[in-house]
């Protein structure tokens, strides 16, 4: 690997780390665990009860991980889980009224934050980031498939 290439993946990696540290903050400040937190962000970002399976595809945490921080929602009161009549195994989480107002006063917050510095970046400078970051996205599950580092499924 060349230095100029190990160089931009270790400023990625870095870029990726400072991320996760704001948003982890955020959590911590709320007195949430980082998986409940993006779960409630979710849940707002969505507009509509999301199920578990589609929390995991959203998500980079285990399984076992959004079941727990689910769980630990709705003993706050803050979701509930609703059967789904046509997929016996698969439950809705809604947020409740209590759950709403929670929101409103933490992940609403995250919200202006992002929507803030959206702004200051603008429109021409976003629509940039999105491309480049999807363009490598791409470029990477090719790399990635080339070396059978990742399965059929997820090409």
């Not at 911590?28 to 970002?45: A, E, G, K, N, Q």
């Not at 609703?82 to 439950?91: D, L, N």
Request: proline fraction near 2%; charge should be neutral.
């Amino acid at each position: 690997m060349d230095k100029r290439t190990k160089n931009y993946l270790v400023s990625m990696g870095k870029q990726e780390k400072q991320f996760d540290a704001l948003y982890r903050s955020a959590a911590s400040v709320f007195r949430f665990p980082d998986c409940s937190m993006w779960i409630l962000y979710y849940l707002t970002m969505e507009g509509k009860p999301l199920t578990q399976h589609e929390l995991i595809d959203r998500m980079m945490f285990s399984k076992q991980t959004i079941h727990s921080a689910v769980a630990w929602l709705a003993r706050k009161g803050w979701v509930q889980l609703e059967t789904i009549p046509s997929a016996r195994t698969s439950k809705n989480i809604l947020l409740t009224d209590e759950g709403q107002r929670i929101v409103e006063e933490t992940v609403a917050r995250i919200l202006s934050a992002e929507a803030r510095a959206v702004k200051a970046m603008g429109k021409e400078k976003m629509d940039q980031y999105i491309a480049l970051h999807e363009e490598l996205s791409t470029l990477l599950r090719e790399a990635f498939a080339d070396q059978k580092l990742i399965t059929a499924t997820e090409e």
